[in-house]
């Protein structure tokens, strides 16, 4: 899942992309509403983390904005992250758009369940998803493949699921790299030749995931 956390606090907000990077999501950060709408031009995000205190104009004209304006992507999901918990600041968020609101301060914890629930929204997998002999906990981050438990990293597993919410589609290495790496990530490297190789190894035999010459790559969705 790739975030967008738009937080003009830079210690919180490098707080809390670490952790979440850290639970294997793919994270960008803004400070201002104009270096979100600057990533939305050019990013479709499955969530976006909003602060509503920004230094250039207030988070919910840029909830609405990204409604109505044609040259944002709306991502997925909107998630309110502000210090104002007065109830008509809360209906004031969600009548412009958001799909949740989170008040500060807030547990960590509570943020990563709140985006796990937003996932489940998306997605209507519930919390768990299962392709063929894979099965994937959504909730605690753990996979198995014909009973046996996969240790996977953070980023194997972030992969993996990504291949599980699209199987037997052909993925390319622009798009795994877009929705599974972020934008510190270099187009140029081999990062998603190198931990799919590591993923295959830890799925084992027979190979799930096959190469499509020329397109990318493919999860078998047959038993």
Do not use: Q
Not at 64 to 74: A, E, K, M, S, Y
């Amino acid at each position: 899942m790739r975030i967008l956390l738009v937080e003009d606090d830079a210690d919180l907000a490098e707080v809390v992309a670490l952790g979440l990077r850290n639970e294997s999501y793919a994270v960008d950060v803004a400070g201002t509403s104009g270096g979100a709408e600057e990533h939305l031009r050019t990013t479709a995000y499955d969530v976006a983390c909003l602060d509503l205190g920004l230094p250039d104009g207030d988070g919910l004209d840029l909830v609405r904005r990204i409604g109505r304006d044609p040259d944002l992507h709306r991502p997925r999901r909107l998630l309110v992250l502000t210090a104002r918990d007065g109830v008509a600041d809360r209906v004031a968020g969600l009548d412009a758009g958001a799909d949740d609101y989170l008040v500060k301060p807030f547990h960590f914890a509570e943020l990563t369940a709140r985006l796990r629930a937003l996932a489940r929204r998306v997605d209507e997998h519930g919390t768990t998803l299962r392709v063929g002999e894979l099965v994937l906990d959504l909730a605690t981050h753990r996979a198995w493949r014909a009973g046996a438990e996969l240790e996977l990293t953070a980023r194997e597993y972030s992969l993996l699921r990504y291949f599980m919410h699209h199987p037997g589609r052909v993925l390319s290495a622009e798009e795994l790299l877009e929705h599974v790496w972020d934008a510190h990530a270099n187009p140029f490297t081999a990062s998603v030749r190198v931990i799919l190789s590591r993923l295959r190894r830890k799925l084992g035999d027979p190979p799930l995931i096959v190469t499509i010459a020329g397109a990318g790559y493919r999860l078998r969705d047959e038993p």
